[in-house]
């Protein structure tokens, strides 16, 4: 061999990728104890110093979105995540690749091919997808999400939801719904929660009929059963919260099929301050998420790394607009 002997050296006298020697060296989790003896072995072999894998840093990182029904270039929500990681890329000087992915693709496989030295995975990734990206040892982000073990980077869910329904009950509303989806999401599961311990602390106690999910996510016809479910109830609600704005956007134009005025029969407030958000008739009442900044801080994540976990909330704000404002004649 010519030359000092490289990371690429180190890892194919191993056996393993560069990643793995990355973490074996820098003692970060995720690698076993075999495994990280074999690289050691392998660099002293090699005579490798090992001064100069800790200072080195990430090259190349990998956007993994979980598609569901849509791209994410037509997702109003994780394009802007996307967004982002791009300019923190290109701020960090860091190449960056993209790829969408399904239930069943092969995720090593794939991660592999792109030579990929750290990952950013947006939206919902199923538990044994999250264990094989754990078991490549790459150093990893969830944006809008959460799993054990792996740092994350989320908007104050639980917290916007609390102000959403708090808002409502300020406001003089008294029967409030909650429009979820499933529960595996880790974002819909703390706006649920907010919403449930916000009317705990105004002395109300959730009611299960007024908790209602769209189902499947992505069906807009899961929103207009979800709707017309809570205005079958002998006592209907007169405020419905729902869990992000596209669901909040499609349940105002039901009510309003259903001959309802919004806000006068109905209030309808949501969640992420959509674009579409601030265009609707009447325009709608959500929580404004940063989502440019969650993609940002997620590539932060990766760089400033101390080989243990790291859980980022990110600040939320309300955004009032007409569809909860309560009227009062003049």
Request: hydrophobic share 40%.
């Amino acid at each position: 061999m010519t030359g000092s002997p490289t990371v690429r050296d180190v890892a194919k006298q191993a056996g393993v990728s560069v990643a793995t020697v990355s973490r074996s060296l820098n003692n970060q989790p995720g690698i076993s104890q075999l495994t990280r003896q074999r690289v050691l072995n392998a660099a002293h072999q090699l005579g490798y110093d090992l001064g100069n894998l800790r200072q080195s840093r990430l090259r190349r990182v990998m956007f993994l979105y979980r598609r569901q029904a849509q791209t994410v270039s037509g997702n109003p929500f994780y394009s802007h995540v996307l967004h982002g990681v791009e300019d923190a890329c290109r701020t960090e000087n860091l190449g960056l690749s993209f790829s969408t992915v399904s239930s069943g693709d092969p995720l090593p496989e794939l991660i592999a091919r792109q030579e990929a030295e750290g990952l950013v995975c947006a939206g919902y990734f199923e538990p044994e997808q999250l264990r094989e990206i754990q078991g490549l040892g790459l150093p990893t982000v969830l944006v809008d999400h959460w799993f054990p073990g792996v740092s994350s980077v989320n908007s104050d869910n639980f917290g916007g939801a609390y102000l959403l329904t708090e808002y409502l009950i300020t406001q003089g509303f008294g029967r409030i719904a909650f429009i979820s989806g499933p529960q595996q999401h880790y974002s819909i599961a703390q706006r649920l929660q907010g919403y449930r311990h916000a009317l705990l602390a105004h002395g109300r106690a959730p009611e299960a009929a007024l908790e209602v999910s769209r189902s499947p996510l992505d069906d807009e016809e899961g929103t207009d059963s979800a709707v017309r479910q809570l205005l079958a109830l002998p006592e209907r609600p007169d405020a419905i919260v729902a869990y992000n704005d596209a669901t909040a956007l499609r349940a105002l134009r039901t009510c309003q099929l259903l001959g309802l005025s919004v806000p006068n029969d109905m209030a309808v407030v949501g969640f992420d301050d959509l674009a579409s958000a601030s265009v609707s008739f009447p325009r709608l009442t959500s929580v404004r998420v940063n989502k440019e900044e969650l993609g940002m801080r997620g590539v932060e994540c990766l760089l400033h790394r101390s080989g243990e976990a790291v859980q980022l909330i990110l600040p939320v704000s309300l955004v009032i607009r007409e569809s909860a404002l309560r009227l009062t004649g003049g």
